[in-house]
């Protein structure tokens, strides 16, 4: 072991680490301290939360935050110390007695990795169930409009659900809409409309998943689009079977954000999305499953840019590698809505927008590295 990890080693890769875990508690408390903390504060003298439930919070909150901090830690990290071994003509010692730019980095790569991995369990773990905990607490917010369409083997739409509230898993104001089989040049007719008070998940009496729906509004409507009769029920079921699962577990992710959902889930959600031919949700969530593989690898891309970005000549400004790595940063986070979006709209393959900022580091490497010809 000793054969392979040498005191330059252990030296690069502990000042990184230093300079790192600096970097993300500084990160992770300038997010906090002017908006975050605030609100708790406030619900605290409000009496929403006690004491403890005030601090309970902001550690939930701490995971979202630590899945940002950790490339930009890393980043600032390799930078800062890779720059002051530069002021410090370490850097030109270890080019002189031999030491190639790939050995060099070999700690560095170390380290990038193993905070890779972390920034992966963060995403995928620690964030969903940090998530799930604040709803618990603040007892989460019903969604309005919720829409599934249910379609036989023409495409041809059979039902249509509207879900007006869900929370706590519990709908509220639902309609159905039952299609006719008369099929118009513009429009499909509808043959009855069902409103329902509240509705839930259930087993049918046939034993098979389905929707239970209580306090109901029964109108049956003729052809012509006039209502024939309304009737009240106590209870009626719908979307049995498959659908009834899909359409629910569809309903219940849209609930949440991209986050909130652990990588299975994830995975499980854009299949469906893409079997109920949803097209704009499918691409949009198959590029964020994307991105929960390839945003932790920026990583590594940000610990070696971080380290070119250090290499520099003694008398050099320190700021410019400084104010280009912030650069790299900002310009990182503030265009991945802008790939969502290319991404929902079907502009570019969801796969690409998840791929363009890792490509677009992995350039501006090779274009420093040459540029410092090492």
């Keep these: 072991m000793n054969k392979f990890i040498t005191v330059y080693d252990r030296y690069i890769f502990m000042q990184v680490l230093t300079t790192t875990i600096v970097a993300i508690l500084l990160f992770t408390i300038v997010w906090i301290a002017p908006e975050m903390l605030l609100s708790v504060i406030k619900h605290i ?21 630590l899945g940002k901090a950790f490339p930009v830690g890393l980043l600032l990290g390799s930078l800062f110390t890779f720059d002051k071994l530069s002021k410090d003509s370490e850097l030109t010692i270890f080019r002189a ?3 190639s730019f790939s050995r060099i980095l070999r ?61 706590n898993n519990i709908m509220s104001d639902v309609i159905v809409m039952d299609f006719s089989q008369q099929v118009y040049s513009d429009l499909h ?17 046939n034993g098979k998943p389905c929707w239970k729906l209580y306090n109901i509004i029964s109108y049956d409507i003729s052809e012509e689009g ?5 009737n009240k029920l106590d209870y009626a079921e719908i979307l049995e079977g498959e659908a009834a699962e899909n359409a629910y577990t569809i309903m219940l992710n849209s609930t949440k954000r991209d986050r909130d959902i652990n990588n299975k889930d994830l995975k499980h959600y854009v299949e469906l999305l893409k079997k109920e031919n949803l097209d704009e949700d499918y691409r949009l969530m198959l590029n964020k499953y994307a991105q929960r593989f390839l945003h932790p690898f920026v990583c590594v891309l940000l610990a070696v840019l971080g380290c070119l970005l250090g290499f520099s000549r003694p008398r050099e400004q320190r700021l410019i590698g400084f104010t280009i790595a912030i650069g790299c940063i900002f310009g990182y986070y503030i265009t991945l809505p802008f790939f969502d979006l290319l991404a929902e709209k079907g502009v570019l393959h969801p796969i690409i ?17 040459k540029s410092k010809d090492l």
Excluded: H, W
């Design 189 to 205: 007719g509808l043959e009855n409309v069902k409103v329902a008070e509240t509705g839930e998940k259930g087993i049918s009496k």
């Design 45 to 65: 003298l409000a009496g929403d939360y006690s004491v403890q439930t005030g601090v309970m919070v902001l550690l939930y909150e701490i995971p979202k935050i």
């Design 107 to 167: 700690p560095l790569l170390v380290l990038s990795f193993i905070v890779t991995f972390l920034c992966f369990v963060t995403y995928d773990k620690l964030i969903p169930y940090s998530c799930m905990k604040l709803q618990e607490i603040k007892e989460g917010k019903a969604l309005t409009q919720f829409i599934y369409t249910q379609k036989d083997e023409n495409n041809y739409p059979k039902e249509a659900v509207v879900v007006s509230k869900f929370a």
């Design 97 to 99: 007695v031999g030491m």
């Design 226 to 230: 006039i209502f024939k009769t309304i």
């Design 353 to 369: 927008c998840a791929a363009f900022p890792p490509i677009a580091f992995l350039c501006a490497i090779i274009a420093f590295y």
